[in-house]
């Protein structure tokens, strides 16, 4: 089925060549990086996870919400997803394969991820998460490769692949999970000290992912003449909105424990986050455009993809907007606010602020061409195919 792949339009390849030369702005990046050492992030002894464990946080998000297609399809049989579930799996692979990139390029010298395997501690949260991402991860290519294999043979998929369809499920729900008993099993951090946040994590992954997976959706109608099914897409809208209100809810309570209880420890991360934190008569607030960038995007977003004029308008450039809405206000949230914002203020009650340089960012930036490349790609196959049955 890689064949599908090597045939396109002239948009396919320029959009194909443009990744690429990202890809490789990017890996020129990495490798002065690589030679030099982290001193050319913007990471320090203070601030030990940076632009590249943020955008994996985010991402893990971005894979764990496929399992909002896979669930109704598979458990629940709602056969209008039939056509969209493949998207969700596709788009996790692509989005893990970025998360452990991520991982790669925050390690400073990739070797040191052997580490993890050859000194493994059942004690340690790395060690899980680990085992929780690849196996995720093997599980998406398994079961979509061999899935849309039967389908191009005009087969019904084999029984045994089903186990491992239901093994994904609990996979999804655990690599999230993980990824937050990372953050919330560090006493010496109070914002990220709390048992909500895994919780959170995970009804931010409900929204954000299958966001996503509405816009692509919508750009395949126009691009590639794939539609997936206009009761898939409001049904993916209900659930956006479901989670979207929740993990605001779970937002709100952090604000309700921090300045209710007055802790200073979680009250000064978010008022450093939303206001601006005064210490020793300057005021920290790199971080404030990008909060209220995130409630502004949120509000946008609720807005357009719940009201009935604009959700049930012809036009679907309105859900499309809410969606992407959504999903950009949600990398606000956990993707810049909620890991770079715990490291303030420190143990030691001082403020050090993250600033990420031009080597950073455009590394950052090569990975997300690296994931759309792949998503890219993935998608031909399986549109392909879907032509192939139909013709």
């Not at 019904?156 to 729900?173: E, G």
């Not at 990220?192 to 966001?211: D, E, K, N, Q, T």
Request: one cysteine or more.
């Amino acid at each position: 089925m890689f064949e599908k792949a090597l045939k396109g339009n002239n948009n396919y390849w320029i959009w194909l060549a443009f990744l690429g030369a990202v890809m490789s702005i990017a890996g020129i990046c990495y490798i002065r990086q690589f030679t030099t050492g982290l001193t050319l992030t913007g990471m320090s002894r203070d601030v030990s996870w940076g632009l590249y464990i943020s955008q994996f946080t985010f991402l893990v998000g971005v894979a764990a919400g496929g399992v909002m297609l896979v669930l109704p399809y598979y458990i629940h049989n709602y056969k209008e997803f039939g056509r969209i579930t493949i998207l969700g799996e596709f788009l996790a692979i692509a989005a893990l394969l970025m998360c452990l990139t991520f991982i790669m390029a925050d390690l400073g010298q990739p070797l040191r991820a052997l580490n993890v395997v050859f000194y493994a501690q059942p004690g340690s949260m790395l060690f899980y998460d680990m085992l929780v991402l690849n196996g995720y991860l093997g599980l998406n290519i398994l079961c979509g490769w061999v899935i849309l294999t039967a389908e191009r043979k005009g087969t019904h998929p084999p029984k045994w692949i089903y186990f491992f369809v239901y093994l994904s499920i609990p996979f999804a729900v655990s690599i999230h999970t993980v990824t937050a008993m990372l953050y919330c099993g560090l006493p010496g951090r109070h914002f990220w000290l709390s048992a909500i946040v895994a919780p959170r994590f995970l009804a931010s992954a409900f929204a954000a992912g299958p966001s996503l997976i509405v816009v692509i959706a919508l750009i395949l109608r126009r691009v590639a003449n794939y539609d997936a099914g206009k009761k898939a897409l409001d049904k993916m809208v209900t659930i956006i909105i479901y989670a979207a209100i929740i993990n605001v809810f779970f937002v709100g309570l952090e604000f309700f424990v921090g300045f209710y209880s007055d802790i200073p420890g979680h009250k000064h991360t978010l008022q450093y986050l939303f206001f601006g934190l005064e210490h020793h008569g300057h005021v920290y607030d790199n971080l404030v455009p990008f909060m209220w960038g995130f409630v502004f995007l949120f509000v946008i977003g609720l807005t357009l993809i719940s009201t009935p004029y604009f959700r049930n308008n012809k036009n679907d450039i309105w859900i499309g907007l809410g969606c992407a809405s959504i999903f950009l206000s949600f990398w606000l949230d956990k993707g810049v606010g909620f890991v770079l914002g715990g490291f303030v203020p420190t143990p030691l009650e001082e403020v050090v602020e993250y600033y990420p340089p031009a080597n950073e960012i455009l590394i950052t930036m090569g990975v997300w061409a690296m994931g759309a490349f792949i998503v890219t790609v993935l998608y031909k196959i399986a549109i392909g195919v879907e032509e192939e049955m139909e013709a």
